[in-house]
């Protein structure tokens, strides 16, 4: 078998689990960090004082406090909140970039291109008035995001048409339709006949439409 082949050596399904890898303090130690648009998490999410964990040490010294910590982070001022989304969406944008290369007729890319979408509208909402509705129909957030900002810019035209004929004729209701393979009232995924190059076209084009819009042509990695 060939898969995972990046971790180097040899994976083998009989290797033990490293079941600290599932502790946040356990990570800490290691000095690495997820990768954002190409800048390191810790340069793009301001982490509060109180959360931070010393990088020196066993994970076994923070006592009870390696069993309560989790990766989630509750204090986030507006200005952290709107930076985190950005950088959340431009990685997905390059994720989907490169899978629409290598991967083209893949669900995986598909999946990924729409939930690019979805976080940049969300984001570009936030950051516009502050939030967002917590619902992930890609039609509902393009309406959402055209009538809260008034847009009249002509390269924007169709988004809320596509977005709202994909989520009721490909997805039928199911956000999730290239997550997973089943649905809400035991529904299952039909799409045989999809071509995924010519939704991840599309899914392409709405991208760099709200990237424009968003004005963030100069942030996004390789340009």
């Known amino acids: 078998m060939s898969l995972f082949t990046s971790f180097g050596g040899k994976l083998d399904y009989r290797d033990i689990l490293q079941v600290d890898g599932a502790l946040y303090s356990a990570h800490v130690k290691y000095g690495k960090t997820p990768i954002f648009n190409g800048k390191n998490a810790k340069a793009a999410i301001r982490t509060p004082e109180k959360r931070r964990l010393p990088s020196e040490g066993h994970p076994g010294d923070y006592g009870e406090r390696n069993e309560l910590l989790d990766e989630t982070n509750r204090d986030l001022k507006k200005a952290d909140q709107v930076e985190l989304?950005?950088?959340?969406?431009?990685?997905?944008?390059?994720?989907?970039?490169?899978?629409?290369?290598?991967?083209?007729?893949?669900?995986v890319t598909a999946f990924v291109g729409?939930?690019?979408?979805?976080?940049?509208?969300?984001?570009?909402?936030?950051?516009?008035?502050?939030?967002?509705?917590?619902?992930?129909?890609?039609?509902?957030?393009?309406?959402?995001?055209?009538?809260?900002?008034?847009?009249?810019?002509?390269?924007?035209?169709?988004i809320c048409t596509f977005c709202k004929q994909y989520c009721e004729h490909v997805e039928g209701g199911n956000a999730e339709y290239f997550r997973f393979p089943q649905y809400k009232r035991n529904a299952f995924f039909g799409g045989d006949s999809l071509d995924i190059e010519w939704l991840s076209y599309n899914f392409a084009l709405v991208l760099l439409k709200l990237i424009h819009f968003a004005n963030l042509e100069e942030e996004i990695r390789g340009r």
């Not at 970039?97 to 083209?104: G, Q, V, W």
């Open 85 to 107: 989304w950005k950088n959340y969406w431009l990685e997905y944008a390059n994720a989907f970039d490169k899978l629409a290369a290598s991967l083209p007729e893949s669900v």
């Open 114 to 158: 729409r939930q690019a979408i979805e976080i940049g509208m969300k984001f570009i909402l936030l950051k516009s008035i502050g939030q967002f509705p917590k619902v992930h129909d890609l039609g509902e957030l393009s309406e959402k995001l055209f009538s809260e900002l008034a847009i009249t810019e002509s390269y924007m035209d169709w």
